[in-house]
Structure formats: structure tokens, C-alpha cells
């Protein structure tokens, strides 16, 4: 099958961090705009950040900027949102998606991607 793989969600402490993998199976992630994103319970959906397939500066959400590190490894066909200093408002369902355009607009309704994961739960809480 076709699709992406979120992993490392998890239970941590507010200032603590996380290191989120998104990992392409059946595809190689090498030609793809990358994108993450997050939903919490009864909210819209977040765009957080985008990194481009020919590894240009990426984007970030004022939400998380300063905070958060988007990277990829094409070797391990995976990419990755290194949360740093999460806060509880960070928790939510996190996804990443694979799209054939760059990251301008990444986060806009009208970007229509090709691939999405199905998610993994971080949530902050002492």
C-alpha cells in the first residue's frame, strides 16, 4: 500500500520535547513537499510547518516557531518535526502529508496533497 506512517507521539511533561517520524511506505518520499500538521478535538486543522523535496528553508507557524524543527531524510525515506518546550496547548493529533507542489501555501484548504498519515497523539500534561 501507499500511504505515511506518523510515530513518536506521546505522553510528555510541558517543556519536555518530542521527535515526530513520518515515513513513506510503498514511495519514495525524495520528489515530495512535506507537511505537518495537527487537529485537537472540536478545532480546524493547524498547518505547522513544510519543508520543500529540494531541502530549502522551511516554514513555520508563528505557533510553533523557535520551537519546532522540520527535517528530512531521504535515505531513510522519512521526515521529521523535532517539539521542543511543548506547552499543553501543543497537544493534538499530529499528521503529516506528502504533495507534489512546494510549501507555498502549504497550509491552505486549496493545496490538495497526495498522501496522509493517519495521525499520532502527543499530548503535554504534568
Known amino acids: 500500500q501507499l500511504q505515511l506512517v506518523e510515530s513518536g507521539g506521546g505522553l510528555v511533561q510541558p517543556g519536555g520535547s518530542l521527535r515526530l517520524s513520518c515515513t513513506a511506505s510503498?514511495?519514495?518520499?525524495?520528489?515530495?513537499?512535506i507537511g505537518w500538521f495537527r487537529r485537537a478535538p472540536g478545532k480546524e486543522r493547524e498547518g505547522l510547518s513544510c519543508i520543500n523535496s529540494s531541502g530549502g528553508r522551511p516554514y513555520y507557524a508563528d505557533s510553533v516557531k523557535g520551537r519546532f524543527t522540520i527535517s528530512r531524510d531521504n535515505s531513510e525515506n522519512t521526515v521529521y518535526l523535532q517539539m521542543n518546550s511543548l506547552k499543553p496547548e501543543d497537544t493534538a493529533v499530529y499528521y503529516c502529508a506528502a504533495g507534489y507542489y512546494s510549501c507555498t501555501g502549504y497550509g491552505s484548504p486549496e493545496y490538495e496533497y497526495d498522501y496522509w498519515g493517519q495521525g499520532t497523539q502527543v499530548t503535554v500534561s504534568s
Open positions: 510503498g514511495f519514495t518520499l525524495d520528489y515530495y513537499t
